[in-house]
């Protein structure tokens, strides 16, 4: 139990193009989802957290207007990267938890994105 | 100072052995903690979580919390080279919940036949 997929795994893009991350909860409800990024050699910085049906709150130093979160159900949160750029390119992780979880999370196997 | 701090290593460590890793954490409200394995190129998966000052084991691993002196440790035993990979320290700052993680930057194990 408490899977947690993303897609895609793997994505390049062109400079000033949006990306999509979808992260979903597929055997439980996620009623809180977390947005990583990392860098190579660096640990995972927390972005932002979202609970179903509000608004996402992002940490500080986190553009809200370039790395826009939507969790519109319970089993599903996006992650749209917005005109990305190089210094964009990184592996984004989402994890997931749930009232059945307590105060686990479970991560999702990470979306590696380049942008060119 | 950082919030959660691992040294990073590498620890490397003949198969058989007991390996040690080690992790601070600066606020002294934190209430769970957490070890998680990553490998290269992998999302992180949990390993154990403590919450209570002591020992807490399971099967090879057991995991140390000091709240006095903001410590907490992972033990692996009988290690293998499968062990091998970087491990993440995370703090959560308050109890229960669906709060957010605060990660150390990971020591890399390093398992040796």
């Known amino acids: 139990g408490a899977v947690v997929s993303q897609h895609p795994s793997r994505v390049i893009c062109k400079s000033g193009t949006s990306v999509k991350i979808e992260c979903r909860s597929l055997d439980f409800q996620a009623t809180t989802m977390f947005w990583y990024r990392q860098f190579p050699k660096q640990s995972l910085m927390l972005m932002a957290t979202?609970?179903?049906?509000?608004?996402?709150?992002?940490e500080q130093g986190v553009e809200k207007d370039k790395f826009l979160i939507n969790h519109a159900s319970l089993t599903l949160s996006t992650l749209t990267v917005t005109s990305a750029h190089p210094e964009d390119s990184s592996f984004y992780i989402c994890s997931a938890t749930g009232t059945a979880l307590g105060f686990q999370q479970f991560f999702g196997p990470g979306t590696r994105l380049t942008v060119l | 100072q950082k919030e959660v701090e691992q040294n990073s290593g590498p620890l490397s460590v003949p198969e058989g052995a007991i390996a040690s890793l080690n992790c601070t954490y600066s606020d002294r409200g934190s209430q769970s903690f957490f070890w998680y394995r990553q490998y290269s190129g992998k999302s992180p998966e949990l390993i154990m979580f403590?919450?209570?000052?002591g020992d807490k084991e399971d099967g090879r691993f057991t995991a140390q919390l000091n709240k006095a002196s903001q410590y907490v440790s992972l033990l692996i035993r009988d290690s293998q080279p499968s062990d091998s990979a970087t491990y993440l320290c995370a703090v959560s700052p308050f109890s229960g919940g669906y709060n957010k993680l605060i990660f150390g930057a990971g020591t890399r194990l390093a398992v040796h036949p």
């Open positions: 403590i919450y209570s000052n």
């Open positions: 979202s609970n179903e049906g509000s608004k996402a709150t992002y």
